[in-house]
């Protein structure tokens, strides 16, 4: 079974970076979509990215474009997301999830209940 485990959540003030990494063992990453969700204290878990199996195509969430970016190094089987120009709204669980479908194109940010495997996730706040 794929194991996914997430890590880089910290405190940080406004403005400041993160860079989350999400580590799979168990399967190689190479033919799974993975996911980044995020859920802030009595919210619903929100995607925020998806980036394909080979990396090559990626889409976000309105709400962080321009100051997220993901990807990946299937030959470490590790995801990566970096966060830049962190807003206090940005606090949250983060939580990186894998799909098994090679084909997958991240034409959209799939639905949490899409995704097969889950991390068990990062807390990010972003507070001064």
């Known amino acids: 079974q794929l194991q996914l485990v997430e890590s880089g959540g910290g405190l940080v003030q406004p403005g400041g970076s993160l860079r989350l990494s999400c580590a799979a063992s168990?399967?190689?990453?190479?033919?799974?979509?993975i996911g980044w969700f995020r859920q802030a204290p009595g919210k619903e878990r929100e995607g925020v990215s998806c980036?394909?199996?080979?990396?090559?195509?990626?889409n976000y969430a309105d709400s962080v474009k321009g100051r997220f970016t993901v990807s990946r190094d299937n030959a470490k089987s590790t995801v990566y997301l970096q966060m830049n120009s962190l807003k206090p709204e940005d606090t949250g669980v983060y939580s990186c999830a894998a799909l098994a479908d090679s084909f997958a194109s991240c034409a959209r940010i799939y639905d949490l209940y899409e995704y097969e495997d889950w991390g068990q996730g990062t807390q990010v706040t972003v507070s001064s």
């Open positions: 168990g399967f190689t990453l190479d033919y799974y979509v």
């Open positions: 980036i394909t199996s080979s990396g090559g195509r990626t």
